[in-house]
């Protein structure tokens, strides 16, 4: 039966229950009639009837509501399967890669299969042979695959999967740029002092869905090279692009790297002059070719000018546009817009005096209007930059001019003709920057960032969920006593979140990615790690302006460098402890403590596990001084544990690969310390 036909049921229901009541009633109030031929008593009891048909009638109205919805989403997601069923048909495979508006690009491109709905979450394994697809409208989850219709997904099994890893060894390392693969895993970039060629290289890295580590690749010279951006290509390979000191025309340069699916370095392109520039944002164009954007000190009207490059799927140069003035001005996102065009954002100190702009360009790369964001004599930067479900564009960033504390993260929503909707900032008392800024599957937004107004340590990692207004949902925020922040976020296929950034929870700078649920927490986390603050927010009035920026073609110098490469044996630490449980053996002697061994000395003792057991784990605890003394484990030769810092307790399961020897060592850089070092408290075997 219908919620409507219920409702029509209902009311002559209602009605008759009032007539009955309205004869017993009589027989109480004959006298005492009210002009309307109704006593008092039956006036309330008529209010009481109505109050009830009104809550079946909203009841009913919910149900429909839902109804409507999964109706919606299972339509939605029934013409979607027909278009990717065509595609297969025409093609052979379903596609292994979308575009942004839904468009399948490999391995062939082609227009006549896009999705309808932009909200779409796709991803595919087995090379195009089968698929998922999820759509989430007003909180419901439906998904299809190619074997089964659409069905619903139960929020608890949604995004349950989370855990934070690091990645690198005992120099600075930093994760910058994080991107989902086909197969549902990632591929991170950044840069790297721990291996490579050079003072740092730029590097990749591969993870599967539950964040093990495939392979890792550096690029680089004898100089400082970073990778800064990073995607996933249509023939399911890789591109990444940066700044690199090893290569190119002068004392930096931008560079483009294309790699294969399997991370070996197809080619690389140096872009530049004889002073320095930087790529910071690179995306796969609609011809599959390719777009950057970043800064030149050698092209333009001023000090520092943005640029956008557009390269062909071979990496040859097509065209190169600076935008600026006379001071300093610089490129920070880039995405292609659904008209075929780009969209720049970044932050210019030629207008406005030091705010944010972006800059809207046509296919050409002719510049259609600019906008900037900020108010006079302050400092703003859109560090992120999405298109919006109505065509219009969203961009996040970090302001001085608004907000509660020293500088807040912000998100500004405009519209198709770059038209300020609205603007919100996030943050408290100290530094708040907003890094990244996703749109989500229920058509809101996420931004992550880092924080030194809320969390445990000097600058936290946040996320933050809005809805597609701009009201926030909530914020968390991750960390150790040092540094972190989040500098890029992805939302997963499971409806969770991923981010990658830079974190000291190891006492120096690695790199890591993160995992999160639904609602951006990581599980077991404790409270000294994540938190989940109520941020200050505000809707400021911002000041925008129109400006006319000069704009130049320059005929940049292209390079095409043999570049070193190398695939290092990383270093991978579950950051997030785990419970340790009962340990075999509990040394009460110091069998494994290692004190501090003086200026540029490395200190180890061994055990060795009696009667040919094999030690499934042990626990650690240390206090070392942070970025130069260090405390290692090995387990067999093989390292498992290694930290600078303080830890207390900490568990490390070896299940996995098991083994019967331990050597734990300290080493002491050439500064003169004293009074502490590592200890193996305890192991666990069998």
């Not at 910058?176 to 950044?190: C, F, P, Q, V, W």
């Not at 597609?468 to 890029?488: F, H, K, P």
Request: glycine fraction near 12%.
């Amino acid at each position: 039966m219908s919620n409507i036909q219920i409702i029509n049921e209902n009311i002559p229901k209602g009605i008759a229950m009032i007539n009955d009541l309205k004869i017993d009633t009589r027989k109480f109030n004959n006298r005492k009639k009210a002009l309307t031929g109704f006593t008092i008593v039956e006036l309330l009891i008529v209010i009481v009837i109505i109050g009830i048909l009104a809550a079946i009638t909203i009841v009913s109205y919910i149900g429909i509501s839902k109804k409507a919805t999964e109706a919606s989403l299972t339509s939605d997601l029934d013409g979607a399967k027909r278009q990717l069923e065509l595609y297969k048909t025409e093609h052979e495979t379903y596609p292994t890669s979308l575009d942004e508006n839904k468009c399948p690009t490999a391995p062939e491109n082609d227009t006549k299969y896009c999705l309808k709905n932009k909200d779409f979450i796709y991803t595919t394994t087995d090379n195009g042979l089968t698929y998922i697809l999820r759509l989430t409208k007003s909180g419901i989850t439906f998904e299809v695959t190619n074997s089964t219709g659409p069905t619903e997904k139960s929020e608890t099994a949604v995004a349950a999967v989370s855990f934070l890893k690091t990645w690198g060894n005992l120099a600075d390392d930093s994760g910058t740029s994080l991107a989902k693969t086909n197969d549902g895993g990632y591929i991170m970039s950044g840069h790297t002092k721990s291996y490579g060629a050079g003072g740092a290289d730029a590097f990749i890295a591969k993870y599967t869905a539950d964040g093990n580590l495939s392979w890792s690749r550096t690029w680089g010279g004898a100089g400082s090279d970073w990778g800064l951006s990073l995607i996933q290509t249509s023939d399911g390979g890789y591109a990444m692009a940066g700044k690199t000191e090893s290569y190119g025309a002068g004392g930096a340069d931008a560079f483009i790297a294309k790699y294969t699916a399997d991370g070996n370095l197809s080619w690389s392109r140096t872009w530049g002059g004889t002073k320095s520039e930087y790529s910071v944002s690179l995306i796969q164009t609609s011809d599959s070719g390719y777009a950057m954007v970043g800064y030149t000190n050698s092209y333009g009207a001023g000090v520092a000018d943005a640029f956008i490059s557009k390269f062909t799927a071979d990496g040859n140069l097509s065209w190169s546009r600076t935008w600026g003035g006379t001071d300093s001005d610089y490129g920070n996102k880039l995405i292609q817009t659904s008209d075929g065009g780009y969209m720049m954002s970044g932050s210019t100190s030629s207008y406005a005096d030091g705010s944010a702009f972006i800059a809207k360009y046509t296919v050409d790369g002719n510049l259609s209007w600019s906008r900037t964001w900020g108010d006079v004599g302050k400092d703003s930067s859109f560090q992120s930059l999405i298109q919006t479900s109505d065509g219009g564009y969203a961009m996040a960033g970090y302001t001085r001019s608004y907000g509660a504390g020293d500088l807040d993260a912000f998100i500004a929503k405009y519209t198709v003709d770059g038209n300020l909707s609205w603007s919100r900032t996030w943050g408290g008392t100290v530094e708040d920057y907003g890094a990244s800024l996703i749109r989500t599957s229920d058509g809101g937004f996420a931004m992550s960032g880092e924080t030194g107004s809320y969390g445990v340590g000097y600058h936290d990692a946040f996320i933050a969920k809005y809805t597609v207004d701009g009201s926030l949902l909530w914020s968390r925020t991750w960390g150790s006593a040092g540094y972190e922040n989040a500098s890029s976020l992805i939302q997963t296929i499971d409806g969770g979140y991923a981010v990658a950034g830079v974190t000291y929870i190891h006492g120096h700078e690695s790199a890591y990615i993160a995992k999160l649920t639904a609602d951006g927490s990581i599980n077991n986390c404790p409270l000294s790690m994540c938190q989940a603050p109520t941020a200050t927010v505000s809707s400021p009035v911002a000041t925008v302006t129109s400006p006319t920026a000069t704009v130049s073609s320059p005929v940049a110098t292209v390079t095409s460098p043999t570049v070193i490469t190398t695939s290092p044996t990383v270093i991978i630490i579950n950051a997030i402890p785990e419970p340790a449980p009962e340990m075999t053996i509990t040394f009460s002697n110091q069998e494994l403590y290692v004190a501090y061994p003086g200026v540029n000395h490395t200190a180890c003792k061994e055990w060795t596990v009696p009667n040919g057991k094999q030690i499934k784990g042990f626990l650690v605890s240390q206090a070392t001084e942070s970025n130069f003394d260090f405390f290692t484990v090995s387990l067999d030769g093989v390292e498992k544990y290694k930290k600078s810092g303080t830890s207390t307790d900490e568990f490390v399961d070896t299940s996995a690969a098991p083994g019967t020897a331990l050597k734990a060592c300290t080493s002491a850089d050439g500064s003169a310390q004293s009074g502490y070092g590592g200890e193996v408290t305890g192991v666990l075997y069998n």
